[in-house]
């Protein structure tokens, strides 16, 4: 039996005046993400969190914990957030059927440019469900065994890091309230969930996945904001975060070729976000849609196609990508580039679980083939000549 702390009245209170959430809950996920020595260290190093944790029904898309003075905490994640998260999830993986409780069902899709499409129908009617009375649901298709895994770790993750930044706020600022927090606080928590996942994964659970999942909710938010959505002034913009984020997982990468792909998942699953976005605001530019990092990444994902067993692109492929990824960049962009790779080549090979020395030296010698094949303007981009 729970005690009766300040966080416990007010959760109550809060949890009946709520709209219910009519499906199974969503966030009691914790002990298929973390391993017992992760449970055991969130347990016995922060024993007051998670014990209030609610999933009210409401459709606006929002995540707090709020801490009282006598040290307790309730975190309450809406099912609006959940909704949102689960429907982007099921159209990038495969394209799910979406059906909105008043609207229109739209069919199964599969290629980038179906996606685009449906997630650009989930982004204009999503403005249509700010009353609680009607509600997403996703109904996915029959996508096979590894479609389906695919999408369950990735909401997994996705959740999981939700309330584990929830779960930071009360173990890093207890006695800070919510509306005195600060940029630097959302960062820490950010940091906070980011960690406890990486450091305690599950054996199975792949890196890519959790990192994808994580980076994945900032980028909700930003989408969340271009469709019209206000956020509190205490956030730093989504873009910040997930830039913060991906700097913390440079910095535990074996090599910076290994960052590329571990942040790969998170940058194929932007791509599409932000392809529907534009088409959302109407933007047509095409010159603008790659940073300098995703160039490299174009190159650094492309050698590791070339050198998987088996490899799932040729090298003629491969060169074609990279200079699609050049042709939609702009001046800025192609600027960082050479900075970038220089990083890449010289960065040091550090042990660490995740690595594979002979795959990394091949995969950087077809980085290098790739790059010396491009076209002469190409190539001085990387700093090449
Ligand atoms: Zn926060």
């Given at each position: 039996m729970t005690e009766k702390t300040s966080a416990w009245y007010e959760f109550y209170r809060r949890m009946k005046n709520a709209w219910p959430?009519?499906?199974?809950?969503?966030?009691?996920m914790i002990d298929g993400m973390l391993n017992i020595d992760g449970l055991m260290h969130l347990a016995l190093k922060h024993?007051?969190?998670?014990k209030l944790v609610g999933e009210p029904g409401d459709s606006q898309p929002y995540a707090e914990c709020k801490c009282f003075p006598d040290g307790s905490n309730f975190i309450l994640i809406s099912g609006g957030l959940l909704d949102f998260v689960e429907a982007v999830i099921a159209v990038t993986v495969a394209g799910a059927k979406l059906q909105l409780t008043k609207g229109a069902v739209i069919d199964p899709i599969n290629t980038p440019d179906e996606v685009d499409d449906v997630l650009l129908v989930l982004y204009t009617n999503w403005q249509n469900?700010?009353?609680?009375e009607t509600r997403l649901v996703v109904t996915k298709p029959d996508w096979g065994e590894t479609a389906q895994n695919h999408f369950d770790t990735l909401y997994l993750a996705t959740r999981a890091f939700i309330l584990l930044h929830e779960y930071g706020h009360a173990a890093l600022?207890?006695?800070?309230q919510e509306k005195d927090r600060r940029p630097e606080h959302e960062l820490e928590a950010d940091a906070f969930a980011l960690d406890t996942m990486l450091r305690f994964?599950?054996?199975?659970?792949?890196y890519l996945t959790l990192i994808a999942g994580s980076t994945l909710v900032p980028r909700i938010y930003k989408a969340l904001e271009i469709m019209g959505h206000t956020f509190k002034k205490t956030h730093p913009p989504p873009q910040t975060r997930i830039a913060a984020l991906f700097d913390r997982v440079r910095s535990v990468a074996a090599t910076e070729f290994d960052y590329y792909g571990l942040t790969g998942q998170s940058r194929v699953i932007d791509l599409r976000l932000s392809a529907a976005e534009r088409k959302f605001v109407g933007a047509?530019?095409?010159?603008?849609?790659?940073s300098g990092e995703d160039i490299i990444f174009s190159v650094t994902s492309g050698a590791h196609s070339i050198a998987g067993e088996p490899p799932t692109n040729t090298f003629e492929g491969v060169r074609e990508i990279v200079m699609s990824y050049l042709v939609a960049s702009n001046v800025a962009a192609r600027q960082d580039v050479a900075a970038l790779w220089k990083r890449v080549k010289s960065s040091v090979y550090r042990k660490t679980e995740i690595d594979n020395l002979s795959l990394f030296e091949k995969c950087m010698d077809i980085a290098h083939q790739v790059i010396q094949s491009l076209p002469e303007d190409d190539r001085m981009l990387f700093g090449i000549d």
């Open positions: 959430w009519p499906g199974p809950p969503r966030l009691e024993p007051g969190l998670g469900l700010k009353g609680n600022h207890p006695t800070i994964k599950r054996p199975g659970m792949n047509d530019n095409n010159s603008d849609r790659f």
